[in-house]
């Protein structure tokens, strides 16, 4: 068995249903990330003393999650259905393959160690 | 053991009327319960005869009988001590307010307007001037400010305080002492050149705004201050110069010359690296926020304590302080609202100090209304120069320094010659003693000029005076920090620190 990373980026307002989703699937260890960023998401304007700025790189969220192979459309699923709201700016998944994983604890390698 | 409880009665009636007294009455107790002894039994009443005799004999007038004429001088002594005790309760606690202006006013005001890597310079640069310029009144501002001398500076009579002692000049304030007046003054002159520091916020050597702020407050503000407040002052409304300008609490003084000199030095210095394009928002609203609350409450002690006394001239100029400080968070806000939809919090607090600005001058002369006109107006004026005039000119007038002092005490000051009244502060009297006409409204037209040339001198002294300590300083040892360190942020290449350690881990 092979092992899997999703990394998704989502809205901000999302990360406790995706998290609330993930868990009920049975998936419990995670990375969470605060990052910057946009994809076709226009920014907004600020307005210090008459000075306008531009903020285009928009907060988000970014989840990291390594699987074994069998889980991973599950977990997208429940991902995607959780991070949804059909407008623009709601986020991207990513999925990459895993050469190994090591528990620091006690050395375990490969699934066992995830 | 009668007598020794009736003495020790007495001492507890009259205990803490002499230094010190309070602890020798405890004593006096304690040894009371050993009484037995004969020797103690004696010690404690001696004592406390001659502790409690001289308490008597401080306290009242002597038993011999006094004439009515003696009652009532000593009864007009004790109502000038009453008077002098309020007016100099009132004084120090202004004191105190116009040096929390400062800090810790100022310094989160500005703080907060600049990114994060400039945070603790910027608030260093107001804290330096609360050391530093102390220092520098005391050696001689005070006397080159308040001394007598000529229409323009004071003599060195005060030279390191000299002759700056508890007993009042009633030239300046009759009931307070003249070390009171000295030190309420003091803090005036450390918040003035603290105000310029907004014109060369991000990119100004610390070593160089020391030596340009010192030479400023020496060479533009001490004489400014002494023509307009000081003894035979060229301006001096109330000292009979030669063109009375009337300025209750600074508006020339401090703000006009402070503001134009930041113009001056912005200019001169040149913007930013990477202004206007790089992006530079306030990096804590929240930080300015709490700064311009600091410095509203304090202003009261700027405005009020400049009646100089606790009574009704005081509670005037304390009302129109607050009146002008709303009508312009009104008029700012109310500008903005309608020009970009929303009114912002940093405009609000923007507004309010440009009012506090504007009605600086005129907060003695004026009333409650004419107050909430002044404000309203310097509100929505300061608002139109900081947006529109600042990006016409292009100058990096980094935290408008200019455009909220420098142009709300202009207009301050002249408004202040269009509505002072003489109801208020009657401060030109003809040879019988009576009032005459204060303000244009009121129909004393010429005052209005009298403003305007204190203006354009304000404006001539600050331009002149800046160009040429710039010009000084910068040969001597330049002024700006060179663009790697601007890049890096003041706080670590000129301080070696970093504002907030909030990143790094346990």
Not at chain 1, 83 to 93: E, L, N, P, S, V
Not at chain 2, 18 to 42: C, D, T, W
Request: net charge neutral; with cysteine.
């Amino acid at each position: 068995m092979t092992m899997t990373k999703i990394e998704a980026i989502i809205q901000t307002s999302k990360l406790e249903a995706v998290k609330e989703a993930l868990h009920e699937i049975g998936v419990e260890g995670m990375t969470v990330l605060e990052v910057r960023g946009h994809g076709r998401q226009k920014g907004h304007t600020e307005v210090y003393r008459g000075r306008e700025y531009t903020v285009d790189l928009i907060p988000k969220i970014k989840i990291e999650i390594v699987l074994a192979d069998d889980i991973v459309e599950r977990s997208v699923q429940a991902i995607v259905t959780a991070a949804r709201t059909g407008k623009i700016g709601d986020g991207k998944i990513f999925i990459t393959h895993v050469d190994d994983a090591i528990r620091i604890r006690n050395d375990e390698r490969g699934e066992s160690a995830l | 053991m009668a007598v020794i409880e009736k003495l020790n009665e007495a001492v507890y009636a009259s205990e803490g009327k002499l230094f010190g007294f309070q602890s020798v009455s405890r004593y006096g107790a304690e040894l009371n319960l050993m009484a037995k002894h004969p020797i103690r039994l004696l010690t404690v009443p001696l004592l406390v005869l001659i502790l409690s005799s001289s308490v008597l004999f401080a306290q009242t007038a002597p038993a011999s009988a006094s004439s009515p004429e003696q009652r009532i001088a000593a009864l007009e002594q004790q109502a000038a001590d009453a008077k002098s005790s309020a007016d100099n309760a009132w004084m120090l606690v202004s004191s105190a307010l116009v040096l929390m202006m400062t800090g810790p006013g100022l310094a989160l005001f500005y703080g907060g307007l600049v990114r994060k890597k400039n945070v603790l310079a910027t608030m260093m640069q107001s804290f330096a001037m609360m050391a530093v310029i102390t220092v520098v009144w005391a050696v001689v501002g005070f006397s080159i400010a308040f001394g007598a001398g000529n229409s323009f500076f004071g003599g060195l009579h005060h030279l390191f305080l000299n002759r700056v002692g508890l007993f009042p000049d009633p030239d300046y304030a009759a009931t307070i002492p003249l070390q009171t007046f000295m030190v309420y003054q003091l803090m005036f002159a450390i918040i003035t050149p603290a105000l310029i520091t907004g014109a060369f916020a991000e990119r100004m050597k610390f070593s160089a705004m020391l030596l340009f702020l010192i030479l400023w407050s020496l060479l533009v503000y001490d004489p400014m201050a002494h023509m307009v407040w000081g003894k035979g002052g060229l301006l001096n409304a109330s000292l009979g110069g030669r063109f009375p300008t009337l300025d209750f609490a600074g508006g020339t003084v401090v703000h006009v010359s402070s503001g134009v000199s930041a113009l001056v030095c912005a200019l001169y210095l040149g913007k930013r690296v990477g202004y206007p394009k790089l992006p530079m928002p306030p990096h804590s609203v929240v930080l300015s926020f709490i700064g311009a609350c600091l410095l509203w409450v304090g202003w009261f002690g700027f405005n009020a304590g400049s009646a100089l006394a606790s009574g009704g001239l005081a509670t005037s100029a304390f009302v129109a302080t607050h009146f002008g400080a709303a009508a312009a968070v009104v008029g700012w806000s109310l500008a903005e609202w309608l020009r970009n939809g929303k009114p912002s919090a940093l405009g609000a607090i923007s507004g309010c100090v440009a009012g506090l600005v504007a009605i600086t001058p005129a907060a003695g002369f004026v009333g409650p209304r004419a107050a909430l006109v002044i404000g309203f107006v310097a509100g929505a004026f300061c608002y139109w120069m900081v947006t529109k005039v600042k990006s016409l000119f292009g100058y990096d007038d980094s935290l408008d320094a200019f455009g909220v002092h420098g142009a709300g005490g202009t207009i301050g000051a002249l408004l202040t010659g269009v509505f002072a009244k003489s109801v208020i502060n009657p401060i030109f009297k003809d040879a019988s003693g009576k009032a005459l006409p204060s303000g244009v409204l009121e129909g004393n037209a010429h005052q209005l000029l009298n403003q305007a040339v204190g203006v354009v001198i304000a404006w001539v002294l600050a331009i002149v005076g800046t160009l040429v300590i710039l010009k000084v300083v910068d040969l001597l040892i330049g002024l700006r920090v060179s663009e790697e360190q601007e890049t890096q942020g003041l706080d670590l290449s000129q301080h070696g620190e970093e504002g907030y350690y909030w990143d790094t881990p346990a």
